[in-house]
Each structure stands twice: as C-alpha cells, then as structure tokens.
C-alpha cells in the first residue's frame, strides 16, 4: 500500500485487511487503551470491522483520514488519524495511538506532526486534540507535534471529564 504521505522514518498510509492482525495486538493491550474510553480489542473480528469503519474516515473530506503508520525497517508500529468533529463545524480531530513496543521512539510525535502538517496543507484550518490530562506522553507529543495548549474543556466529549485541548489553526492569508 503506498504512503499518503511520509516522513523521515515513518510511511503513513491506508489500512488494510492484511494490518488486522498488528492492529489486533496493538488494540488489544489495556496499556495502549488506558487513556482511550475504549475497551481493548476482544477478538480480531472487532478489529477487521474497525478497519472497514477507519477507511471510511478517509472519504469524509480533504486531508481526513485513518492511517497505519509503519516504521522503516519495522513494520507496523500504530496509526494517526485526523476526522471532522460531528456537531462543530470548521473543527477536526487528530489522534495518535502506538503499539507499547514502541513507545518512546519519537514515531508518535513524528506521525502527528506530519498528519498536521497533511491536514493544514489539505485544507483543514483547525485541528483539535482532545487528550485525558492524565496522558502525560500524549501531553508531551501534542506539546512536540506543535498543537497549542488551549486548556480544560468539556466541548469534545459533553458528559465526560473535561480533556486538555491542543490545537493548531491556520488562518487564510490574504491575496497578494
């Protein structure tokens, strides 16, 4: 599967049937589901049908999608993904999720950098990462992506705890 789009180490690009099994171990660890409000994966078959439904993601508009990020030389190592909001116009999400065994690499500050980066260049002006203030390397990676911190709220998920907010915008810049 080609990349939608690279960087120095890592190729981001489409999922597929074949990612199942990776994607499986990967959300199938509490660890790596702590911080999520998902419960981990119970059988492949939940992830074969997650695939099918991140795919979609991609088709809900320019610079949106689900990614498997894979690492040179090391395969599968997790995903990134940038969404609309439902209900809050002009607002997307971006997310990051990463296999334990490769935790503390850099792979997931890399990948959401380049997300933002193929997201803004798509088109997408405003970018929000919701994240549990108890996430502190998710902290750290929104803080290394360049998301701004933007505080508490309780916008992006009503009823639940309030998420610390990290965003990019990038507003249009007059013609010349």
């Known amino acids: 599967m080609p990349a939608v789009f690279r960087t120095r180490r890592l190729a981001i690009r489409a999922f597929t049937a074949a990612d199942a099994p990776a994607a499986f171990a990967m959300w199938s660890d509490p660890e790596v589901c702590r911080y999520t409000g998902d419960e981990p994966a119970a059988d ?9 439904r991140w795919r979609k993601v991609a088709a809900r508009g320019p610079g949106c999608g689900f990614w498997a990020v894979d690492a040179d030389g090391v395969g599968f190592v997790g995903d990134v993904y940038v969404r ?11 997310g990051w999720h990463f296999a334990r065994p490769h935790w503390g690499r850099g792979y997931a500050t890399e990948a959401a950098a380049a997300a933002v980066g193929h997201a803004h260049a798509a088109g997408v002006s405003r970018l929000v990462a919701p994240i549990d203030p108890g996430h502190r390397a998710s902290l750290r990676v929104a803080k290394k992506a360049g998301l701004l911190p ?27």
């Open 44 to 52: 492949l078959s939940v992830i074969v049908a997650d695939i099918a």
């Open 84 to 94: 609309p909001f439902d209900g809050i116009p002009g607002e997307h999400e971006i």
């Open 150 to 176: 933007e505080g508490l709220s309780g916008r992006y998920a009503p009823g639940e705890p309030p998420s610390a907010v990290f965003a990019s915008t990038v507003t249009a810049r007059p013609a010349l």
